[in-house]
């Protein structure tokens, strides 16, 4: 039987949630840390591999890992915590609302991120709105390295990102809690995750936009192509037009 929204275990799950991905994350991290450690006594150095292809070898590990991790362990733990593809928002195929529904929601999300990020400029005079997240990817020089960073940045990630996040961590919260806090819990990790305090108010505002469509299309198609779709216009900017940023201030 379904819990009514805002139960004792709602609550509970409000704050177990959210930090169980977050320890998901972390401990994926540690495990690829520990793989390269492993390597490297085993005298079986990676320092010959281009570093672009690993940062996309080991992002793809860590993703994986965590998604592994963050649903794959409850649910072989305990059966009423298996989830399905309809609980996850990948219950169907893409449709024309998916797709129509994702500049719609561009839009929006450079409106609500130009708004915070100057509200943000506002009230503390310090914040530093021009700071650049680091991506993990440098001295882009061949093709195929800016090829491996595109799949890294404009596909894996966002796939990834909005199965654990949208799919599994929102899914779960917006039946227990009211859907504002379930969109404000989700965001805010989203946010935090990203770490540097212009680029976190950046993927908050995604996130609440992300979270209203995985809402309104029941699905988290819209959410993966919006999400797409602004990391292919950062990936644009940083690596193949960057003179366009200081174009644009």
């Known amino acids: ?3 009514p929204k805002g139960s004792h275990r709602g609550w509970i799950l409000l704050f177990t949630l959210p930090l169980w991905v977050l320890l998901s994350f972390v401990a994926a991290q540690l495990l690829v840390s520990g793989l390269v ?16 292809v690993l940062n996309t070898s080991f992002a793809a590990l860590i993703y994986l890992l965590t998604l592994l991790i963050a649903i794959g362990v409850p649910w072989i733990a305990n059966r009423k915590y298996r989830l399905t593809l309809d609980d996850i928002g990948l219950g169907r195929l893409p449709t ?9 929601g561009l839009i929006v999300y450079f409106i609500l991120t130009t708004v915070l990020i100057a509200a943000a400029t506002s009230l503390f005079p310090s914040f530093d709105v021009k700071e650049v997240q680091d991506t993990g990817f440098a001295d ?35 039946k227990v809690v009211p859907i504002w806090i379930a969109v404000l819990a989700t965001s805010l ?3 935090f995750v990203h770490g540097a305090w212009n680029v976190a ?8 936009i992300l979270c209203v469509l995985r809402l309104t299309t029941g699905s988290l198609w819209a959410p993966i192509m919006l999400h797409m779709t602004k990391n292919g216009i950062a990936f644009y900017l940083l690596f193949i037009n960057p003179s366009l940023l200081t174009t644009l201030g």
């Open 37 to 52: 450690q492993v390597l490297d006594l085993a005298s079986m150095s990676l320092s010959a591999v281009n570093p672009n």
């Open 189 to 191: 990790l989203f946010g």
């Open 96 to 104: 024309w609302t998916d797709i129509w529904m994702t500049p719609v």
């Open 1 to 3: 039987m379904m819990r």
């Open 201 to 208: 108010i950046d993927t908050f505002a995604l996130s609440i």
């Open 140 to 174: 882009l020089n061949f093709r195929y390295e800016y090829i491996v960073a595109f799949i890294t940045l404009v596909v894996i990630a966002p796939i990834a990102e909005e199965i654990l996040f949208r799919g599994y961590l929102f899914g779960k919260l917006q």
